[in-house]
């Protein structure tokens, strides 16, 4: 299982519609992932129904937070490894950071995770 890590709020200005296109990209690795036989999950997948459900009417206030990153860092529990993508990010840094600190592998590029390949079609990796 691997943990997609990246930018969900950052340089958004908490604007819904870059935060949707932020989750869009890191969602564009799972298919890949998944196709390389690993097991892909990203936090906000756990996260925001939850948020939801608790309540929240804005991005921080205080169901938000009681759920948002906490969850990842329980999904991390979970996890044998992380796969760090996009730009700056607190949230996505303190994944890869929990994950040195339980030993597990840190990716910074899909072709670095183990069965995933070049893609001939886009020069990315599938």
Sequence with gaps: MILIAGPYRSGTGDDPAKMTANVKAM????LPLYRAGHLPVLGE???LPLVELAGSKQ??????NEIFHPISKRLLEKC???????????GADLMVEGAQKKGL????????VP?????VNTGTTL
């Design 115 to 119: 069965g995933c390949k070049p893609s």
């Design 27 to 30: 969602e564009a690795y799972a």
């Design 59 to 64: 991005i921080g206030d205080a169901p938000f």
């Design 105 to 112: 592998r840190v990716f910074y590029a899909l072709e670095e």
């Design 45 to 47: 997948w756990f996260a």
């Design 80 to 90: 044998d490894a992380v796969l760090r993508v996009g730009g700056a990010s607190q």
